[in-house]
């Protein structure tokens, strides 16, 4: 009888035993988990801080004229290092090669040719060249190609994104176009402007320009 009450009493103790390892276990693989966890999130947050420092530093160096006023910011893609075709001339095009951003903007109170006119001055004013302006940029033809197929070298496909119909237009309608370089910290950055006004029928008003800057190398 005592024999029977003390393998029982052993076998509640192994039991009790055995949940409170798997607890213990449990608690361990959980505690491990959250350590992972916060350990990966903390990376990521350290490689997304080191992202956005470093594309800070990228749009100092493609800020090299202020912008127009009032403008109202639609897209700013930093497209990395890659080759550029810029047309700089009636009837020329500079091969170029550096770190490139597209902006897209776009301004309420202002037709295409003030601002074209504001980054000719700007450019100036910077110590930099207007290379090539023209007021019918559709009809400019370089070795066989358009203008404006120039121009949209390495453009962003956006996808379903807010303004994407308006920005899909856009290089249809450029009525003005504006090419410049502006020396920049030991660089020449290559200003190139395309503006126009966006398609009534689909009620939108104002004017937008496209800017492309190219940091060459």
Not at 166 to 177: A, L, N, S
């Amino acid at each position: 009888m005592n024999n029977r009450m003390n393998r029982s009493g052993l076998e509640k103790g192994w039991k009790a035993a055995a949940v409170l390892l798997v607890a213990l276990l449990s608690f361990g693989g959980l505690v491990a988990c959250e350590t992972a966890s916060a350990t990966v999130n903390t990376a990521t947050a350290t490689r997304d801080a080191a992202s956005a420092a470093r594309d800070a530093v990228t749009r100092d160096h493609h800020q090299v004229i202020p912008m127009f006023p009032a403008s109202e910011e639609r897209y700013d893609d930093l497209i990395g290092f890659e080759e550029f075709e810029a047309v700089v001339a009636e009837d020329a095009v500079a091969n170029l090669m550096g770190d490139i951003r597209r902006r897209f903007y776009r301004v309420e109170d202002a037709s295409p040719l003030e601002i074209v006119r504001h980054y000719q001055q700007q450019i100036e004013a910077a110590g930099g060249t207007v290379l090539y302006q023209t007021r019918d940029p559709q009809s400019v033809v370089v070795n066989d190609r358009g203008l404006v197929e120039y121009f949209n070298r390495h453009r962003q496909d956006r996808g379903m994104s807010t303004y994407v119909f308006d920005y899909f237009q856009h290089p249809g309608r450029i009525t003005e176009y504006v090419a410049g370089v502006v020396p920049s910290g030991g660089n020449e950055v290559y200003v190139l402007l395309g503006a126009g006004r966006p398609d009534a029928r689909q009620q939108f008003t104002g004017t937008r320009y496209e800017i492309v800057t190219v940091v060459a190398e």
